[in-house]
């Protein structure tokens, strides 16, 4: 596939998928795995027809790390309004660090009704 336009990869990843769907799988994890990639197939190469987008998740896994750990280390959140204001919080401060903002400014923004996301 070297060389190829986008369009000729993309056709060459379709049919190789193809060949994969038509398999049986025999037992139940792989049954259950061709069932989902069927259910996601349209959104398999989303990555393909958007460069922008990553091939994998990540940045989003690495991004709930954190989270995991907090709830880890203490038991988890013992009120609903903590949970959120934690993930509120996490949010904020992920995406200053994205943008090369200091946490406690874009936290400060936040406070004040501004936005922390560039635009444009």
């Not at 037992?27 to 460069?51: A, D, I, M, Q, V």
């Not at 009120?79 to 090369?100: E, I, P």
Request: aromatic share 6%; glycine share 10%.
């Amino acid at each position: 596939m070297h060389g190829c336009d986008s369009s000729q990869r993309e056709n060459a990843l379709d049919h190789a998928l193809n060949a994969i769907m038509v398999l049986a799988p025999t037992n139940s994890h792989g049954r259950r795995l061709r069932k989902r990639y069927g259910k996601l197939r349209s959104h398999l190469f989303t990555f393909l027809e958007h460069p922008d987008a990553p091939p994998d998740n990540n940045a989003s896994e690495r991004e709930l790390r954190p989270t995991a750990t907090y709830r880890k280390v203490t038991g988890g959140f013992r009120s609903k309004w903590g949970a959120d204001l934690f993930a509120g919080v996490r949010s904020v401060v992920g995406t200053a660090a994205r943008q090369g903002k200091n946490a406690y400014q874009a936290i400060c923004a936040v406070l004040t009704g501004q936005s922390v996301i560039q635009t444009g």
